[in-house]
């Protein structure tokens, strides 16, 4: 295996030459676990952990490595090494964390295309998947929608789901699939490209992981039944983890997700809502809030059923969200920015107190 395999370029090569960093050896952080990490490299797979200046002067969660990263290493001992560096990302996937409003929690990094995989026999829901879309668009990252279990359903309630995606979603690729039959696993498996990063994104039980076991041919991840009772996936995946396909391309998995909370996340919405982005522009006031004003744009063409009335609920309340969102990272600054002003002036008092 060649680090091209696992996606180094040319770029990241330039990078390490221009600050330094070529004297040590390069590998992909493949799985996390707090501040432990299995790094991949052409020779194997290494236990990492951070050097101490590294992992004391990083400001936030963006300063330290993720599954994805491309980091500068150096071996110390069998299969162990110290992660000195971590390689500029050109995608970063991120929702808020669960349960903290003002902060954000990486998905994974360095990634080109996202697999949104949904279950039509429980899961399907456009709004989720605009969700989605929505953290992928903000990253820049190129979405895929993966339709699981069609053979639970039949060919007229699927065309139906189909019809709904075609109507409030544009231009992004729609695949059905059936793991326990295999119908259209290789059309998607068709589109891997060596070389290129690949997140599968989806709730619990939705089928990610067996989609992940079809696309390698091995066993790599269990999978569990679906509870009848509840009809709800288990959480068979713990971690997020890269794995590399034998005919090219990367794959990572991630934890089944109940929660895709917005974050800044301006530039997606306005890709992933661009329609209701651009008539907005045409509505009669400069300051218009698009709920009950006469002239709206965006009103006229709910009411006229060019604009889906499901899609404008979903778009607002994540604007919301994202409103939401900003304001409490600005509130959080303002006290961390207190919190230090009145630290130092402690210090000065007692500095002074002992003259």
């Not at 994104?201 to 066993?219: I, M, P, R």
């Not at 530039?267 to 008539?279: S, W």
Request: proline share 1%; glycine share 6%; net charge negative.
């Amino acid at each position: 295996m060649t680090l091209q395999d696992l996606g180094y370029t040319i770029a990241l090569e330039e990078y390490a030459k221009e600050h330094n960093i070529n004297s040590f050896d390069v590998g992909r952080v493949i799985l996390e676990h707090k501040d432990r990490y299995v790094v991949k490299t052409e020779a194997g797979e290494l236990d990492a952990e951070l050097i101490g200046n590294l992992r004391f002067t990083a400001e936030s969660r963006y300063d330290l490595p993720a599954v994805g990263d491309w980091v500068a290493i150096s071996e110390y001992d069998e299969n162990k090494a110290l992660i000195h560096a971590v390689y500029p990302r050109h995608s970063i996937l991120e929702r808020q964390a669960v349960g903290k409003s003002a902060e954000i929690q990486i998905i994974a990094t360095n990634i080109d295309y996202g697999l949104i995989v949904q279950s039509v026999n429980r899961d399907f829901s456009i709004n989720r998947l605009q969700r989605y879309l929505t953290i992928c668009n903000t990253a820049k990252v190129t979405p895929i929608i993966v339709l699981s279990k069609i053979d639970l359903i039949s060919e007229q309630t699927l065309s139906s789901f189909l019809d709904e995606i075609k109507a409030r979603i544009k231009e992004v690729p729609v695949f059905a699939i059936s793991n326990q039959s295999l119908v259209g696993l290789d059309e998607v498996k068709a589109i891997i490209q060596k070389g290129k990063t690949y997140c599968l994104l989806g709730s619990s039980g939705v089928g990610k992981s067996t989609l992940l076991n079809q696309l390698t041919g091995k066993e790599l991840m269990d999978t569990r039944s679906i509870s009848e009772r509840i009809d709800r996936g288990k959480h068979v995946t713990t971690h997020r983890e890269l794995i590399v396909l034998e005919k090219g391309g990367i794959l990572i998995d991630n934890p089944g997700m109940r929660e895709i909370g917005i974050t800044n996340t301006s530039a997606g919405l306005e890709i992933t809502f661009d329609e209701i982005i651009e008539l907005a522009q045409r509505c009669k006031f400069n300051n218009c809030t698009h709920s009950n004003e006469d002239g709206c744009a965006i009103l006229d063409a709910v009411e006229s059923g060019e604009i889906d009335e499901d899609s404008y609920a979903n778009f607002q309340k994540m604007e919301k969200e994202r409103a939401f969102f900003e304001s409490s990272v600005a509130e959080k600054k303002k006290k961390d920015k207190n919190l230090g002003k009145m630290i130092r002036e402690v210090k000065k008092q007692r500095k002074q107190n002992k003259f």
